[in-house]
């Protein structure tokens, strides 16, 4: 593991190249690992892992809602969707509220997959981390959480700009 270089006062300038560098790595060997979810024979993608996620979360979804969510083009979306509904692990069903509408819900074969998936995940994740202290772990989970909300509020303002709505 390479330390950064406290460089200034604070060291902040250092610190944010530092973490810049460390979350490239993070998701280039992230992309890297294989996770099959159990007894799959293939293994399940980024772009499924959280369409499945959030169904399984947030409950059944109109595929905007999914595109708003993951701040993706309602084609991209349609074309992912498309995919899982030919795999067998969502379906659509009738919005109760807007009978014109559909929604989108995990199939019984999309939740198996999406529960060993995760399951698979969470292990590799401890593995990695069983080394670590209880308290590194639940300052690490924090400051996790806290850069995610922080990058969701950046790509909120992102996306109400590209909408031309104001901020």
């Keep these: 593991m390479q330390a950064y270089r406290d460089g200034g006062e604070d060291g902040a300038g250092d610190a944010a190249s530092a973490i810049e560098?460390?979350?490239?790595?993070?998701?280039?060997?992230?992309q890297k690992v294989d996770l099959r979810g159990g007894?799959?024979?293939?293994?399940?993608?980024r772009?499924?892992?959280?369409?499945?996620?959030?169904?399984?979360?947030?409950?059944?979804?109109r595929?905007?809602?999914?595109a708003e969510h993951f701040y993706l083009d309602a084609s991209t979306i349609s074309r992912q969707v498309a995919a899982l509904e030919t795999a067998g692990l969502v379906h659509r069903v009738s919005d109760a509220q807007d009978g014109r509408a559909s929604l989108l819900r995990l199939?019984?074969?999309?939740?198996?997959?999406?529960?060993s998936t995760r399951a698979e995940r969470r292990?590799?994740?401890?593995?990695?981390?069983?080394?670590?202290?209880?308290a590194?772990?639940?300052?690490?989970?924090?400051?996790?959480?806290?850069?995610n909300a922080?990058?969701?509020?950046?790509l909120d303002a992102h996306h109400r700009l590209s909408q031309g709505a104001p901020q």
């Design 21 to 30: 560098r460390e979350l490239t790595l993070l998701v280039r060997r992230a």
């Design 39 to 45: 007894r799959l024979d293939r293994a399940v993608d």
């Design 47 to 61: 772009a499924a892992y959280g369409i499945l996620g959030r169904l399984f979360d947030a409950g059944p979804q």
């Design 63 to 66: 595929p905007g809602a999914l």
């Design 107 to 115: 199939s019984a074969h999309g939740e198996e997959v999406l529960v």
């Design 123 to 134: 292990r590799v994740v401890q593995d990695l981390l069983s080394s670590w202290p209880a």
């Design 136 to 147: 590194d772990l639940k300052q690490f989970a924090t400051l996790l959480a806290a850069f």
């Design 150 to 154: 922080g990058l969701d509020r950046q």
